[in-house]
Antibody, heavy 121, light 111 residues
Framework: EVQLVESGGDLVQPGGSLRLSCAASGFTFSTSWMNWVRQAPGKGLEWVANINQDGGEKYYVDSVKGRFTISRDNSKNSLSLQMNSLRGEDTAVYYC??????????????WGQGTPVTVSS | QSVLTQPPSVSGAPGQRVTISCTGSSSNIGAGYGVHWYQQVPGTAPKLLIYGNSNRPSGVPDRFSGSKSGTSASLAITGLQAEDEADYYCQSYDNSLSASVFGTGTKVTAL
């Protein structure tokens, strides 16, 4: 079964840091582009970042550039999102999702169950 | 802020046909990028419903269909069922933002 399981979500103070992880199983992780997508409470979906198969290409939404870093460890089938200088507007459920067709314009399947991040004092 | 616009809500009686529009621009849908649709039941993760404008993944009922024309796309549910009540999002790629983009989302209600 193709599966993604996120972890690491927590309550953190503004300006703080957090590292999210996503464990992949049931597919060849090392050949897949991967994404992080977030959803603020009561709001819609927002793409956050993606990374190519070997980690050499990374792209981010403007609002997190310079603060978030996406990375992967193909030996552990693991995706990560390091989030620094966190702000209230970063409060959301964070999902990892596989990029099915690779690269630009592709679709996401499957999605993990999500991990909640709350930025508040 | 979303660059793909959807109606906030649509509703219909069970058995009816409902459609959800997704309006973009020349830098995303109009540039030829595929449109994909997701279904999200509140409190759960999104689920892929349609990919590449009109293709259904295995296991998705054929009452769901997608189409694209110009700078817009549509999702149709033919024969609405109570279990179809959920939020629906379109997704594409925007070359001016260099980012994947999602629609604003539409809540579907079976009356």
């Amino acid at each position: 079964e193709v599966q993604l399981v996120e972890s690491g979500g927590d309550l953190v103070q503004p300006g703080g840091s957090l590292r999210l992880s996503c464990a992949a199983s049931g597919f060849t992780f090392s050949t897949s582009w991967m994404n992080w997508v977030r959803q603020a409470p009561g709001k819609g979906l927002e793409w956050v970042a993606n990374i190519n198969q070997d980690g050499g290409e990374k792209y981010y939404v403007d609002s997190v550039k310079g603060r978030f870093t996406i990375s992967r460890d193909n030996s552990k089938n693991s995706l990560s999102l390091q989030m620094n200088s966190l702000r209230g507007e970063d409060t959301a459920v964070y999902y990892c999702a596989r990029d099915v067709n690779g690269g630009f314009g592709s679709w996401f399947d499957p999605w993990g169950q999500g991990t909640p991040v709350t930025v508040s004092s | 802020q979303s660059v793909l616009t959807q109606p906030p809500s649509v509703s219909g009686a069970p058995g009816q046909r409902v459609t959800i529009s997704c309006t973009g621009s020349s830098s995303n849908i109009g540039a030829g990028y595929g449109v994909h649709w997701y279904q999200q039941v509140p409190g759960t993760a999104p689920k892929l419903l349609i990919y590449g404008n009109s293709n259904r993944p295995s296991g998705v009922p054929d009452r769901f269909s997608g189409s694209k024309s110009g700078t817009s796309a549509s999702l149709a549910i033919t024969g609405l069922q109570a279990e179809d009540e959920a939020d629906y999002y379109c997704q594409s790629y925007d070359n001016s933002l260099s980012a994947s983009v999602f629609g604003t989302g539409t809540k579907v209600t079976a009356l």
